[in-house]
Each structure stands twice: as structure tokens, then as C-alpha cells.
């Protein structure tokens, strides 16, 4: 069995709730264990939302939140039916999601492989974090002993300095993807925005689906872009090839002040995708997965 920790920004786009619905199908049929989800932005209703839609799935998985990130007011959408469901919870009530991670991590008797779907700010502080009353050791040392792999979708990877949002959202984003890539010890693999963008999933669901509700919401009834869930998708099957896509390997490196990604080909700890199969290929295979 393979564990997996997520760390989401469930909140202004949709593609990551079809990215935590594939994980609660896979993690439900004992495929794959779920081990916890991180939020990497804070909206007033991020963790009732994701509480709501996990236990419409029929999964518990043990949620974190970013405690240091703003209280953000972007444009939300999809929480609010979502978090109606749950009035019982609120932010406060998930702990803190740098401590999940260094939890998880020192609990772990198993290798755990992260996936990242959002920004990189609370991946980045859990690696570079000290030790405490969890575990005297450092995230340094707990990454090295207990993270497999991280898969990461952010980046763009088809042309020279790339930027996209995940990397260079804010000089936050930027920092910690900088830091991340640069220090991780475990190797990674990233799907980039070209990757995901002409990809279309979630438009094949029931009218009374919560998560076609989501995408309704959100204004994706006819589907939603699918950055998210390809990554997630490709971290399950957990081998690019199998997954439809080869894979360069290389060193990437991201700017610490603007988000720019760059990557040098050749013997190195990190690995972009580029897919193999047409468009139709990896949305046929995910919208069977969340119908
Ligand atoms: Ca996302």
C-alpha cells in the first residue's frame, strides 16, 4: 500500500476538488491510503467545505490548514453550499497544516509520498522545519527518512522560464517554490500548466453529483481544466510511462523573486511530464474514475 499526503489551495478553482475525488474513491476501494490534506490557503470556509466534501465521499482523512496564510476573500465560489453541510465545523477546528505534515511524517512506518496541487508554502516550511514536540528530528531529516517522492503540479515545463500560478502567485508562492525545488531531497516529479490546460474532466456527471454541484458552481458545469487531477492521476498510477506520458529528467530550478521555472536536462532528482497519448486519452480515464 501506498500512503499519500495532499496539500491542496481547495478554494478558488475547482480542479481540486475532482483531483481529492479521485484520491477518496481511490483511498475508499484500499488502492491507496490517504494519509492527511493540507490546505495552502485559508478562505472562511476552507475547512468546512473539504470536511462537508470528504464525508459526502465516505472518506475521513485528517485535515491541516495553513494557519500563517492570510484569511484570503478571492473569488470563491463552491464553498458555501459545501460548508452548509457541516455547520458543526470551522478553520479552527483543523490543525495546523505544517504540523500534519511533520506528524504524519514522524508516524510513518512507511515511505509517504507527497502530491502537491497548490501552492508549495506549506511543503517548503514543514521541510525546513525544526524539531519540536513532535518529533526532535528536522523536516531535513524526516523528509530523508520517509518521503518517497513528491508530485507536484506547477510549473511550465514546454518553454524556456516559464511561469504559472502555483510558483509565482504572490512573493510567498515564489519563495517557496524556490526553497522547495532547491532542497528537497526526494526527487520529484512536476506536470506542468501546459500539461493539464486542454485536458477537460467533470462534465460527464450527474446532475445531483456534489461534485458536479462544485463544478456547477464554479461555473464549470461542461468540466473544468484538469492540471489537478492529471497529477493526482499520475501519482496514483505512480509511473509516468504507465501513466501516458514521458518524462524528462533533469535539475529544475525556480526563482525565489518572480516564480520562473527553468530546467536543465540530463542526470538530476527531478522529472517533468510530457504527455504521450491525445487529450482524450487522460480525460476518458479520469471521468471514469469520478463518475
Ligand atoms: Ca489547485
Redesign the pocket.
Known sequence: MRHFLLG??????C??AV?VRILARKHKAGEIDLCGIGLNTRFDQSVPSLAAFLEGEGVCVPIGIDRNCPELHGRITYQKRLAARRPDVTNADAEDAVRLYRRILAEAREPVEIME??FLQVIAAALLSGGDDISPGTGMELFREKVARVWI?GGRWDVDGGKEY?FSRDATACRAAAELVANCPAPITFLGWEVGATVITGSKLGEDDMLHLVLADHGSAKGRMS??PMLVHLAVIGDEAGAGYTAVSGTAAVDPATGVNRFTAGDGPHRYVVKAREDSHYAAAIDEIIQ
Open positions: 491542496t489551495d481547495w478554494g478558488e478553482d480542479d481540486d483531483a496541487i497548490g503540479m502555483n492540471w489537478d
